[in-house]
């Protein structure tokens, strides 16, 4: 949040609200994850890196295949096969509606920053996929959440580059007041 000397993090929780789900198939997959020792599927479940391997896994079983064992970085790179691409296309999609609830939560009108390992690999997939079709999809918040931006953070040492802006930040503040 913008604060009088700069900018304040703010703390929470979100990877622990229920996961979104705006479709019959993907209510499939949270009930599959359900039947799997989840009784409360929240949203670090399924869009983390480990997320990816579960929703992979629950996807194949909604599709009654078998599901071969795979890490989020070979799921990601396999985008030629179609249960990967499938996987993927479904994590964007909830990643879409999860981001378009959190700005709609804070109100975050400067943009809303993605980040984490898997993101990183799949920018031109995120792009092309329904993401941003998701994360306006509020149908009495759709024009808002259309003026929102989002961006990916593909910087390789993020939490460091922010923790040295704060620094920064900082030392201003103390050599001015």
Sequence with gaps: MPAEHGWTPIPGEGGHVTVPVVDRRELEIVQVLQSQGLPHVVAEHVLSGPGLVRL?????QV???AAPDLTASDIVARLDDSLCAETVEVFCGML???AGNV???LGARGGVYLGGGVLPRIVERVRTSSFRTRFAANPDMAHYLEAIGTALIVA???ALTGAAAWLSQR???ELVG
């Design 63 to 65: 599709n009654g295949v």
């Design 96 to 98: 879409g509606s999860f």
């Design 171 to 173: 030392a201003r503040r």
């Design 156 to 158: 390789p040492q993020p």
């Design 103 to 105: 700005a709609l939560t």
């Design 56 to 60: 992979h896994r629950a996807l194949a």
